[in-house]
């Protein structure tokens, strides 16, 4: 089986080359093309950090195993590893963080066993990095939660819990703050619930969950987050087991999968043969399993396993009173330990699998829609408009331009209301959103917003605007605090 190979940047090429010679040494039956992706790809002129030759190869293959890659800084381009993520739609982040005997933190000294799940939507929330600045003061980033996403990675992460014997699976949320977005992914999240009653599903909000994270991890099982949340939380588990050096990673889609250390290119020791690893080590390892490859799998995890527990290890971790190896030698003594077993955690050796090829030909682009289950109506509009003068003087502005089939209900000022009601206590920005609804709850449509929005931008610049849409009876949008 072909794979597509990116060594990446810094410490990348000398991790990727020890974790290929375990892979050879174990003969997994794996051939790798290189790709051409990372640092030095931007720097030729390629915006995405690829080159279209890379492209074609890996949509071909469908696999990507990846070592660290940088991002050149303060040159407008974006991260080539979240741009891999969201081109090929792995819409799911599949992080297993465990205690590994070998490696001491806080918990594996008191005798804490951890194995946390997370799986973290990979698409969506505030990393579509669609931002604006409204006014010189105020700047603007749209977060996308859409039903279609969060259901693909809920079902997902239901999927992977029952296949992994999981009792319980939670879903991390703000959806006490973020009613509609949030809100949203919550909504889906008991909705696929229904489907898997032999588990036990609860939700917690995010920063309660943090807190519950760094007392009693071994509390949780499997925890599913939107984009932004879930690399917040990932990262803390990692913590919890020892840092990023032990945090594999695997992006997976239903086309094309991406397996990778999430950890930095670390410039400063590359090239000195004194990185660790092991957590492209565990994403390769997770890649052989998806592939079919248990058998492979287990031998080489044991092998890790087995040597860990004997105090191997590199310069960054493990009882300093042992003498520290480089990269090299710990890729060798893992290959020594092939076919060992350790004490701690040893993996059942299940026989390979044939998987079904994932990567097939698409002719266009996949439109993911959910049925409007009621008729859509247009209630109001929301006009965001710049200026510095006091609310009372907006309100006398706007409510001019209201007409025959608009009323102006509210004015707020960084969410928090100002007019009709508010406080003189509250601090104002130069942006405000003005709310004009529907007189009489008559239907609105978009020409009835268009002619608003002209009448009123006589007065004001209109740096933005969002329909206020209904379904059915039910509000698709939120309120101004105090409103």
Not at 19 to 38: H, R, S, W
Not at 246 to 257: L, V
Not at 331 to 353: D, R, T
């Amino acid at each position: 089986m072909k794979i597509a190979v990116a060594k990446g940047d810094g410490i990348g090429p000398e991790i990727m080359d020890a974790v290929l010679k375990i892979f050879d040494a174990n003969q997994v039956p794996l051939e790798y093309v290189t790709v051409d992706m990372g640092k030095w790809v931007f720097d030729k002129g390629f915006s995405n950090g690829m080159t279209p030759e890379s492209q074609h190869v890996i949509e071909d293959l469908g696999i990507l195993f990846k070592g660290p890659m940088e991002t050149p800084k303060g040159k407008g381009v974006k991260s080539v590893n979240v741009t891999a993520r969201k081109t090929w739609n792995t819409y799911a982040n599949k992080r297993v963080f465990q205690t590994l005997f070998g490696v001491d933190t806080v918990f594996s000294k008191a005798g804490i066993p951890i194995d946390i799940t997370i799986v973290r939507e990979n698409i969506e929330d505030t990393y579509g990095g669609i931002e604006h600045m409204l006014t010189h003061d105020v700047a603007l980033s749209r977060r996308f939660i859409t039903r279609p996403g969060s259901l693909q990675v809920i079902k997902y992460a239901f999927e992977m819990a029952k296949k992994k014997n999981a009792k319980r699976i939670t879903c991390g949320h703000k959806a006490n703050i973020m009613k509609i977005t949030d809100g949203l992914f919550l909504e889906c999240f008991y909705e696929v619930a229904k489907e898997y009653p032999e588990l036990k599903a609860d939700d917690v909000i995010v920063d309660d969950l943090c807190m519950k994270l760094v007392t009693r991890p071994d509390y949780f099982d499997v925890v599913v987050l939107t984009n932004l949340q879930g690399d917040i939380v990932s990262d803390l588990c990692a913590g919890l087991v020892g840092g990023l050096g032990f945090a594999p990673s695997a992006n997976i889609g239903d086309h094309i999968c991406i397996f990778e250390a999430v950890h930095g290119t670390a410039p400063d020791i590359a090239g000195k043969n004194i990185a660790n690893p092991t957590a492209l080590l565990l994403s390769g390892i997770t890649m052989l399993r998806h592939l079919g490859f248990m058998r492979n799998a287990a031998t080489i995890e044991n092998a890790l396993l087995y040597t860990l527990e004997n105090g191997i290890h590199t310069g960054d971790f493990g009882d300093k009173s042992i003498k520290s190896v480089n990269t090299t030698q710990f890729a060798e003594a893992i290959i020594s330990n092939l076919g060992k077993m350790p004490v701690h955690g040893a993996k059942p050796m299940l026989e390979n699998m044939t998987m079904t090829p994932t990567n097939f030909k698409l002719d266009k682009n996949p439109m993911l829609v959910s049925k409007e289950m009621e008729d859509e109506q247009i209630a109001g509009v929301d006009l965001f408009i710049e200026s510095s003068e006091q609310p009372e003087m907006i309100a006398k502005k706007c409510e001019r331009h209201a007409g025959v089939k608009f009323k102006m209900v509210s004015i707020s000022n960084r969410g928090t209301q100002v007019w009709p009601t508010g406080s003189v206590y509250t601090n104002l920005v130069n942006q405000y959103n003005v709310r004009f609804e529907s007189l009489d709850g008559e239907p609105l449509n978009q020409q009835d917003v268009i002619g608003l929005y002209v009448s009123l931008s006589g007065n004001f610049k209109i740096c933005s605007s969002e329909l206020l849409n209904m379904w059915g009876d039910k509000k698709a949008y939120s309120l101004a605090q105090g409103q």
